[in-house]
């Protein structure tokens, strides 16, 4: 399996699933979420609504949920909540556990290739460096039953994560 950094629109990804930073209601929002719900069509906010939900939390940070990807390419669309770097109490610990189970998700469906984006980097304002270090060392242990890309919004950002990836020792890439 493989790791691939692509500059560019997660929607277009020709994956058996993408991630979805999404929010805890799963009902679509800014950013990434909202670009996956506007491609993805009406069918992708109907599965949402399906999901079970407590006080409007369909799923807690840190956690992941799976439905049919409506309109995209994509078989699947995982999402997951990343933290709220400011407010969350382990930030750290939150957003890995994004990526951990998120991969955790794909293969449990028999997804071979999965499309990540730079989860909580966005309005959710985790350091790009260290976000771009946890996610990798999250999915590090995949590879060798997933493909992951991660689709990366921005220059700076693409070139943060293929910089933390060069500085893996050689033995873990």
């Given amino acids: 399996m493989s790791i691939e950094f692509?500059?560019?629109?997660?929607?277009?990804?020709?994956?058996?699933?993408?991630?979805?930073a999404a929010n805890a209601s799963l009902?679509?929002?800014?950013?990434?979420?909202?670009?996956?719900h506007q491609a993805a069509g009406p069918e992708l906010l109907a599965a949402c609504k399906a999901l079970p939900q407590q006080n409007g939390v369909r799923c807690?940070?840190?956690?992941?949920?799976?439905?049919?990807?409506g309109r995209l390419a994509a078989q699947y669309v995982i999402h997951t909540v990343g933290p709220v770097y400011v407010s969350d109490a382990h930030p750290a610990q939150t957003l890995s556990h994004a990526y951990r189970h998120s991969c955790?998700?794909?293969?449990?469906?028999d997804c071979k290739t999965i499309a990540f984006p730079a989860i909580s980097c966005g309005?959710?304002?985790y350091p790009p460096q260290e976000?771009?270090?946890i996610a990798l060392q999250s999915c590090q242990p995949f590879?060798?039953?997933?493909?992951?890309?991660?689709?990366l919004f921005s220059q700076s950002l693409y070139d943060c994560f293929v910089g933390e990836w060069q500085r893996l020792p050689q033995s873990q890439q």
């Fill in 60 to 69: 807690p940070p840190g956690e992941a949920r799976i439905t049919p990807a």
């Fill in 143 to 151: 590879l060798t039953r997933l493909s992951v890309r991660f689709y």
């Fill in 6 to 20: 692509i500059l560019g629109n997660i929607t277009h990804a020709s994956t058996d699933a993408i991630v979805n």
């Fill in 131 to 133: 976000a771009a270090k």
């Fill in 104 to 109: 955790e998700l794909a293969l449990k469906y």
């Fill in 27 to 36: 009902l679509g929002g800014g950013g990434v979420d909202g670009a996956i």
């Fill in 123 to 125: 309005v959710y304002g």
